[in-house]
């Protein structure tokens, strides 16, 4: 098998060669070549020890040198090569005692998580592949290296890692692997939040989000995501659902790309439903405010789990949005683009669509008719550049104290007013028809004080 190697990692490789030592791609970047994917890293193991692959470059960072790994940077792109290492005993599912270098490339896989990220290779060799990653390749199973549940008690995380490579590849896992994984997911409480951040939303991200079903199935979201199994089995008796709460919300996911906003956003928006269900005398459900509970629910997990600033304002304001009507005008579509802000308009519309789509056939067309007309109107307001927030008012507070109004809250209240006058009024959103707006207002405020 012949595997196309950058030119910068193939001179890493020669140069320790030619210098007497082994060294190879290793992991993901051999995995995703031979299903013909594009690597999104090269990384390279050697026998070489760190000091002496520093000596043979010319620049080099020490990016884990503890752990063995050396980043040599080619041309302005870096590049990991780490030293084969066998991992010490591990004490708390998360990091090994101590780290021992090798020289020997079958003790370094030996250590590494699933049969098909333990393999290697170079120009020379060819692949390398002791454990049977190429047949598990070609049968679609995510096994563990050796006994897996060795493996898993070494690092618990990568209890999650085998379900989001099972969703990334639509690989089953080997079923003595699952078992591992069951009785071992409580050890998942001992990884960091950061840690299972990162693999949550590339299991999130991945073709197949529904799999997520399988991280509950497993017993991993009761560790790291216990909302998500309030939501199994919550049954929706109404006109409009077909599924039960955590079915649709799989069903919506994938009605939506790739983008970790708007999974998440789908992943959240009915949390809230569980707590607010309740069944009229008919026996139809209903789960009024739930969104409001959704929202809560989204931003306490975000933050939890340390995401950023920014995607916990996204998915939070889409959460709370995500069942927010509105008729298909142009006055409608600029009071939403005031509450829900121009930057997030085009994904609440992704989401309104997402959800509508993942509900039953009842007045399904009329509501998919009311977003595509809505998208219409939002594509008019943007070619008119209709004001909807106070940045593109044509009136500032600077302006408004040039009016005799004083610093503070009555001016921003004033500003909120000019702007409310605008969204219904675009044609107004000029100096002068804002002043004198201004006036008409302060004098009556002022009548209101007397």
């Not at 199973?141 to 690092?155: H, M, N, Y």
């Not at 049954?235 to 790309?257: C, F, L, R, S």
């Not at 509970?293 to 889409?318: G, M």
Request: net charge negative.
């Amino acid at each position: 098998m012949k595997i196309r190697l950058p030119k910068p990692v193939c001179t890493i490789i020669e140069n320790l060669q030619l210098h007497g030592y082994e060294a190879y791609v290793v992991g993901g970047c051999v995995r995703d070549s031979i299903l013909g994917r594009e690597p999104g890293d090269w990384d390279i193991t050697t026998s070489a020890l760190p000091e002496e692959v520093k000596t043979l470059f010319k620049r080099t960072i020490d990016t884990g040198i503890e752990h063995g790994t050396v980043t040599v940077m080619i041309d302005h792109e870096g590049f990991e090569v780490t030293t084969y290492r066998i991992d010490g005993e591990y004490e708390d599912s998360r990091h090994p005692k101590a780290v021992e270098f090798t020289r020997s490339l079958e003790e370094d896989l030996k250590r590494r998580d699933f049969t098909i990220n333990a393999m290697a290779y170079n120009d020379t060799e060819r692949l390398v592949d002791i454990f049977g990653g190429m047949q598990d390749l070609n049968n679609h199973l995510i096994r563990c290296v050796g006994d897996p549940k060795e493996r898993f008690s070494e690092d618990a995380l990568r209890i999650l890692r085998a379900v989001r490579f099972s969703a990334q590849l639509a690989f089953p896992i080997e079923p003595e692997t699952a078992d591992a994984i069951r009785e071992l997911a409580p050890n998942l409480g001992n990884i960091s939040a950061e840690r299972i951040q990162v693999e949550l939303v590339k299991m999130l991200t991945s073709p197949h989000p529904e799999l997520i079903q399988d991280a509950c199935e497993l017993g991993i979201t009761k560790v790291i995501l216990p909302e998500w199994d309030d939501m199994v089995g919550v049954q929706q008796n109404t006109p409009h659902h077909k599924y039960d709460v955590d079915q649709h919300t799989i069903e919506a996911m994938k009605n939506v790309g790739a983008d970790k906003v708007l999974r998440l956003t789908m992943l959240f928006h009915d949390m809230g439903k569980p707590e607010m269900k309740t069944t009229d005398e008919e026996g139809v459900d209903h789960f009024k405010k739930h969104a409001l509970v959704s929202e809560e629910i989204a931003r306490r997990v975000l933050r939890r789990l340390k995401f950023d600033n920014d995607t916990v304002r996204k998915v939070t304001r889409l959460v709370y949005y995500h069942d927010y009507r509105i008729a298909a005008t142009n006055k409608s579509v600029r009071r939403a683009l005031y509450k829900i802000g121009k930057d997030l308009f085009p994904r609440y519309l992704e989401v309104r669509m997402a959800d509508v789509m993942a509900q039953s056939d009842f007045d399904r067309f009329n509501k998919v008719n009311n977003i595509l007309e809505t998208e219409v109107c939002y594509q008019e307001v943007l070619d008119n550049q209709d004001c909807v927030s106070l940045k593109e008012m044509a009136i500032n507070g600077q302006d408004l104290m040039a009016l005799g109004m004083k610093p503070g809250k009555d001016l921003g209240d004033m500003l909120n007013i000019l702007l409310q006058y605008v969204i219904d009024n675009p044609e107004k959103n000029n100096r002068t028809e804002l002043s004198e707006y201004a006036v008409r207002q302060m004098h009556i405020q002022q009548l209101k004080k007397k």
